[in-house]
């Protein structure tokens, strides 16, 4: 794989794409290139095509999605659903029409059944019904797995996709509404913490469980998969641990320092209660995760302090 080949990252500027971006350009790759979504409207297929006629690039990564947490996908399904469908499928659609022979997909966990038998295994996917606070994201998800599957299996291109578990990291969206729980919870104890150690209100039983990847190390199994011809179409990627909600909290509150009492809100929902994934298959030819849960808190955390004046504000 030429280190001066162009790379197109699609959502270069989120939390996933910036993270791909520096551990591309960590591994010596020069030729990289991002748009932001002002400048090119991924929904909008006639500019994505005019976009990839003039680019021409030889490897396609999208990071690029509507994305939020359990909430977000809650109150907007529509958007979750159309615009991950049209984000995904002129993407798709342009590599494929521009001989673009890489092309990674990101989708997510929430593609396998809620009740599916844990840890989930790729072998899952399609076997029963959804989690239905966000099957639409799902649904669009699985989507462009089965687009890129039927480009490998038709074309013989190497298109595949990665199945990350919840991630977090530097550049995550800490707006209340619209993020996910952990970085929801570090920007909740912080304020409650300045505030005098104010009680702190969290959604749901706690009780659900969630798996944990830090993005970098999401990042690096990128890396792995343009690196290498992964054998099959589909990879879980994912720490193989889980924790509590309640558990997640307690780990928060103490790295945040506060010390005031948490309350948990039962008319919020609670989501699928597990989602651990299998990633054998995926640690099986070379990818395993290096970043510990507590660590990538204390990281996610640092960063959160020094960056304060720019984290997301993901209005929906
Ligand atoms: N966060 C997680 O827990 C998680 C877990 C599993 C999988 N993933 C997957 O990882 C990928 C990225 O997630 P993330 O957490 O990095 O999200 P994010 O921080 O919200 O970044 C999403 C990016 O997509 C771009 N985008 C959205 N709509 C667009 C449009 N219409 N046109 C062009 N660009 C558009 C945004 O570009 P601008 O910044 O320029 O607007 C943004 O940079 C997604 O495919 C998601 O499904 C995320
Ligand atoms: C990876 C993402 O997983 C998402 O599911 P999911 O893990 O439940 O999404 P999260 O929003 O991370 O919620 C995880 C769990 O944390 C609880 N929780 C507790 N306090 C909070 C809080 O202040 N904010 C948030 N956001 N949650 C909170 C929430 O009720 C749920 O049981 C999917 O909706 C996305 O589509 C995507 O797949």
Request: charged share 20%; net charge negative.
């Amino acid at each position: 794989m030429s280190k001066q080949q162009k790379i197109y990252i699609a959502g270069h500027r989120g939390m996933v794409g910036s993270a791909i971006w520096r551990q591309l350009t960590a591994a010596g790759y020069t030729n990289l290139i991002g748009r932001s979504s002002a400048a090119l409207d991924l929904r909008n297929q006639a500019a994505v095509k005019a976009f990839f006629d003039e680019e021409q690039p030889a490897v396609v990564i999208d990071a690029a999605a509507r994305v939020g947490g359990i909430m977000a996908n809650k109150t907007f399904p529509y958007q979750f659903l159309m615009e991950n469908l049209q984000i995904q499928n002129n993407l798709i659609e342009s590599a494929h029409m521009s001989d673009v022979d890489k092309f990674i997909f990101l989708g997510s966990s929430c593609i396998y059944p809620k009740m599916a038998p844990q840890p989930l295994e790729e072998a899952h996917l399609l076997t029963g019904p959804l989690e239905p606070t966000n099957e639409w994201y799902a649904i669009a998800k699985i989507t462009g797995v089965k687009a890129c599957e039927a480009i490998r299996q038709q074309f013989n291109k190497d298109f595949v996709s990665l199945m990350p578990t919840n991630l977090y990291g530097e550049s995550d969206n800490f707006d209340l509404e619209t993020s996910h729980v952990l970085p929801a919870m570090i920007r909740k104890f912080h304020d409650a913490k300045l505030a005098g150690q104010a009680d702190v209100t969290l959604w749901g039983s706690g009780t659900p469980l969630r798996e944990f990847l830090y993005v970098d190390d999401l990042a690096k199994a990128v890396v792995f998969a343009l690196e290498n011809r992964l054998p099959q179409h589909l990879y879980n990627v994912g720490t193989g641990t889980d924790l509590s909600i309640r558990e997640l909290a307690e780990t928060i509150q103490k790295i945040v320092g506060h010390t005031g009492r948490i309350i948990w809100d039962a008319t919020k929902p609670d989501g699928t209660p597990r989602k651990l994934m299998d990633s054998s298959l995926l640690h099986e030819i070379g990818w395993k995760h290096e970043v510990e849960l507590t660590e990538g808190i204390r990281h996610t955390y640092e960063w959160f302090l020094a960056n304060q004046d720019k984290f997301k504000q993901v209005k929906l």
